[in-house]
């Protein structure tokens, strides 16, 4: 099992940023990849960004060049930075951990554990 403590999201106009946050505590296997990804109501899971104990990272096309994720590898903390965001970047953003797995299982919305969500909302 893993725990997340999630923090950041919030009410910003467009063109404003946001910091999102999360700390993981659990199996360190199960937290080789962590990301983020957002949800809609009723929507399906949208893949925003990953960053893998490897150092590797990759991106939705959706965020490329405004969203950056960092991640703190000994404390198993990721931040995802948001900037110039738009009204449709508004969603539930989730937090998420797995193990070594293909790149299309993260990017296809498949993860082994995840936080219980932050809201962000971009509205003027």
């Known amino acids: 099992q893993v725990q997340f403590v999630e923090s950041g999201g919030g009410l910003v106009q467009p063109g404003g940023s946001l910091r999102l946050s999360c700390t993981a505590s659990g199996i360190i296997s199960s937290t080789y990849a962590m990301g983020w990804y957002r949800q809609l109501l009723g929507k399906q899971r949208e893949f925003i960004a990953y960053?893998?104990?490897?150092?590797?990272?990759n991106y939705a096309e959706s965020v490329k060049g405004r969203f950056t994720i960092s991640r703190d590898v000994t404390e198993d903390t990721v931040y995802l930075q948001m900037n110039s965001l738009k009204p449709e970047d508004t969603a539930v953003y989730y937090c998420?951990?797995?193990?070594?797995?293909?790149?299309?299982?993260?990017?296809?919305?498949?993860?082994?554990?995840w936080g219980q969500g932050t809201q962000v909302t971009v509205s003027s």
């Open positions: 960053f893998t104990r490897s150092r590797d990272t």
């Open positions: 998420f951990s797995s193990a070594n797995r293909p790149t299309y299982y993260y990017t296809s919305g498949n993860y082994d554990f």
